[in-house]
């Protein structure tokens, strides 16, 4: 008698894709509409200043507007704390369990704050509060929905990368920061959902845009190859200045602390006086730079002015995100990037050893390598500027420069600047056996702690239980003989509780080589 049983398709992949598009709608339209006001306030604020150095005696006004906006973004700071900053940490916590908050108050505190404060030409970028945006939209999808565990985190990693997708029209990229650098993770259910939250996102931001890349840039040809010494000189320079942005960055926090007469949620302040002569005398640098990067590309100043343009926005950027305010560094850091290209091309046209024609290139690449070197994102660097570009004529210097300065920075002892972010942002947890179970997925590094080790000669985390070593395309069901390898992820299950101390304890062993946990 035959068997009338029929094997039900797995329909886990094509859920993936339903959600993600979902969540790629409605977190794009919202990071579009996001994109758009600071877009249109900008260009308002620069009039506004054109305007007020032809009518000085409005500056009074103009100047209590500012601290007014200030002190209502610092109330909301300190209302809501996860509004502050990028971002970008706060979804990467959440996704490893470290960290989490209501999503509604974070989603329109989050929006009208980095409105005003973007908009008001701060040097703060809006990519990193997309990302959250995007992130936080997801959230509230995911609570409508009931989803909880992987689930939730499935789509709230989805909404992260089509909030960076609709900010910079760069779905390829997004995804792939979000697997690189936000989540660790490259399972197939995660990449899915990115990947089509991604594409649907940019496609409702091509819809209000355009199609034209963010940063457009016109060159004249590829470099030949004869000039890629050049490039390594240029990646060892981004690196070194790579390392001092992230330095400067995760310091400047306890600077603003010195301010004891300012309450530390009103620090923003500072930076909304500081722009007003910056709005006066330089216009053009107002926000997180895109216009200044496009401007500079078609005419690139002379050596000394870009000289100041660096030091004026380097000194500025970390000013603005060390006051707390909610914005980014993500554009702010492709700006200096471009800077930093222009003047090393400048120098090198002066000395001989380059063509001027050459200078837009530079430009081009060095956002890369300073990207790369900062976040330690090589692949993600090199495949946002192509995107954003538009071209592909320029992925072998990229690759060049970006790896150059990710090195340099590696040798100096550099952490990715976002997961150094989340330190800061994250307490040590305590072992918590509360919660529904829960699992947690962990990337074994080169030399680590975990690298060569049977199971049974580590000591796991209390309350959890490793329960698969996914190696490659399969998975093993471990025993205490296992031994485990570089390259494999860790599969362990654990109360959802417990989860940010499963993940610390399991970071601490993978960080400290041949060391037993204790």
């Known amino acids: 008698m035959k068997d009338k049983r029929q094997v039900q398709p797995d329909l886990t992949r094509l859920r993936a894709i339903f959600f993600g598009a979902l969540v790629g709608l409605f977190a794009g339209a919202v990071v579009s509409v996001f994109r758009l006001l600071i877009e249109h306030l900008l260009i308002l604020v620069q009039g506004v200043y054109g305007w007020l150095g032809q009518h000085p005696w409005w500056l009074v006004p103009w100047a209590l507007l500012m601290v ?66 995007g992130g936080t939209v997801a959230q509230g999808i995911a609570y409508r929905l009931g989803f909880t565990g992987t689930q939730r985190r499935l789509v709230i990693a989805g909404g992260a990368a089509a909030g960076l997708s609709a900010a910079f029209n760069a779905p390829i990229a997004s995804t792939l920061f979000i ?65 001092g942005y992230q330095w400067v960055t995760l310091h400047v926090g306890g600077w603003y602390a010195q301010l ?27 926000g997180g730079g895109n216009q200044m990067i496009v401007t500079f590309a078609k005419d690139t100043p002379l050596l000394l002015p870009l000289i100041g343009y660096f ?22 850091i492709l700006t200096l990037g471009a800077l930093l290209g222009a003047i090393v091309a400048r120098a090198f046209v002066l000395v001989g050893w380059l063509p ?23 692949f993600t660097a090199i495949l946002l500027i192509t995107e954003m570009v538009g071209t592909l004529h320029h992925l072998m210097p990229l690759a060049v420069v970006a790896i150059v300065a990710y090195i340099t920075v590696d040798i100096l002892g550099g952490a ?37 080790q049977q199971v049974r000669d580590l ?39 417990n989860r940010a101390y499963v993940r610390q304890q399991l970071a601490q062993l993978n960080n400290s080589p041949h060391r037993l946990l204790d």
């Open 68 to 133: 007014g906006i200030a002190i209502l973004i610092g109330h909301w700071v300190k209302q809501t704390p996860m509004i502050k900053g990028s971002g970008i940490p706060q979804i990467e916590g959440q996704l490893a369990g470290e960290l989490d908050y209501a999503w509604w108050p974070v989603l329109w505190k989050k929006f009208v704050s980095g409105v005003l404060g973007i908009g008001s030409g701060l040097f703060l970028g809006r990519e990193g509060p997309s990302i959250q945006l």
């Open 179 to 243: 697997l690189e650098e936000v989540y660790h993770s490259f399972s197939t259910l995660v990449w899915l959902t990115a990947l089509t939250s991604a594409v649907v996102a940019n496609f409702v931001s091509n819809g209000i845009f355009g199609l034209t890349p963010v940063l457009h840039i016109n060159y004249h040809q590829a470099l030949p190859l004869k000039y890629y010494g050049l490039l390594l000189i240029l990646g060892v320079g981004l690196g070194l200045l790579g390392y």
């Open 416 to 452: 990715p600047i976002y997961e150094a972010m989340l330190r800061q942002l994250v307490k040590p947890a305590e072992a918590n056996r509360d919660g529904v179970a829960d699992r947690v997925e962990y990337a074994v590094g080169e030399n680590s702690g975990f690298d060569s």
């Open 356 to 378: 001027t024609i050459f200078v837009a290139n530079f430009i081009i690449y060095a956002m890369a390598g300073y990207f790369a070197g900062i976040s330690k994102a090589p």
């Open 311 to 332: 030091i004026l926005r380097f000194c500025f950027s970390t000013v603005s995100y060390g006051s707390g305010l909610p914005g980014g560094i993500f554009l702010p």
């Open 260 to 286: 004891k007469w300012l309450p530390q949620h009103l620090n923003g302040i500072v930076p909304f006086l500081v722009v007003i002569p910056i709005g006066l005398l330089w216009p053009l640098t107002l």
């Open 459 to 497: 000591t796991w985390p209390d309350g959890s239980l490793l329960v698969a070593v996914r190696r490659g395309e399969r998975e093993v069901i471990p025993n205490g003989d296992t031994i485990i390898k570089s390259g494999d992820t860790l599969i362990l299950f654990t109360y959802r509780h």
